[in-house]
């Protein structure tokens, strides 16, 4: 097999390993197991509705969500119609997600809760080209003069176009490598945040440059606990584990992953099980300096 050039090159290769959990998520205190065939129904009816309501090539969708399923599937469904996504922590105040989306002019945001999505409210007014917000979790509030849409709701619209699937896979062949995949902001500590801008191409040459040195294989499990937003975890805990054939169990944004990983390694997290641990040297530093 040829090697992936583009992320939905990636994508469709990746969930050819049909697990059974390529993707798990915590619910009521225990891990539920979402297949490889799940994640491509929800990122292809994902990526029906986002068509059908009229998004175009080239238009930018933020994302304003912790670790969760429904990041992924926003994630690939952009990659698919070549909508730039652009990633926002979920940890900045209002003022500070106003900046990023009205500095990359995005045109729609996908809030994982509430509590994200408020911070859009309050500043949608200094956002003229915001024109759709979408809510992955809660009931979606009635505001006036804004569309508030809820993740279901578009993965049910998708489901309306079933029989069109196919033309899914078709837009996804349509992108290049030099397609720009991604905004991603800086820190802003010392200026305003910039926004790198992220290649298809760049993403994939660094995912294989990384499995040169990585002894990921299919059947191992990933605990994911650094941001999405962050390169890093992108790269490492989403498309090289989806590629490769790993599982992705999401870990709960107040778990202490980085001590409790040191202390149990392979046994982390029962019953995830994680058998890959990677991340940015200063996670774990709390970890070592307790003696693990």
């Known amino acids: 097999m040829a090697e992936p050039t583009t992320i939905p090159d990636m994508f469709y ?49 933020a994302l304003l969500s912790e670790n969760r399923p429904e990041w992924a599937y926003t994630d690939y469904a952009c990659a698919i119609l070549g909508l730039p996504d652009v990633t926002i922590y979920a940890t900045l105040m209002a003022s500070q997600a106003a900046f990023i989306l009205g500095n990359s002019n995005s045109v729609w945001v996908f809030c994982s809760n509430h509590d994200q999505l408020q911070k859009v409210l309050e500043s949608w007014h200094e956002l003229p080209d915001l024109a759709v917000a979408v809510l992955m979790e809660g009931a979606v509030p009635v505001v006036e003069g804004r569309t ?52 298809h191409g760049n993403v994939v040459s660094n995912m294989l440059a990384c499995l040169k040195h990585l002894p990921i294989k299919e059947g191992d499990r990933c605990l994911s ?24 169990y999401y870990a709960r ?29 200063r996670s774990w530093t709390p970890s070592a300096a307790a003696g693990g």
């Open 253 to 281: 944004a107040s778990t202490p992953c980085p001590r409790t990983c040191w202390r149990r390694g392979p046994r982390c997290s029962p019953p995830c099980r994680a058998s890959t641990r990677r991340s940015t040297p």
């Open 148 to 199: 508030i849409l809820s993740f279901a709701q578009l993965l049910d619209e998708g489901r309306e176009r079933e029989a069109e699937r196919p033309k899914v896979r078709e837009w996804g062949a349509e992108r290049q490598p030099g397609d720009l995949l991604t905004l991603i902001y800086t820190s802003g500590t010392t200026a305003d945040p910039k926004g790198a801008m992220l290649s």
């Open 13 to 61: 290769a990746g969930t050819r390993h049909r697990l059974a959990d390529a993707l798990a998520v915590k619910r009521d205190g225990a891990y539920a197991p979402i297949s490889s065939q799940e994640v491509v129904d929800a990122v292809e009816r994902l990526a029906l509705a986002l068509e059908g309501r009229g998004l175009k090539k080239g238009q930018h969708v």
């Open 225 to 248: 606990f650094l941001p999405l937003t962050h390169i890093f975890e992108r790269l490492a805990g989403h498309y090289v584990m989806l590629h490769m054939g790993a599982s992705i």
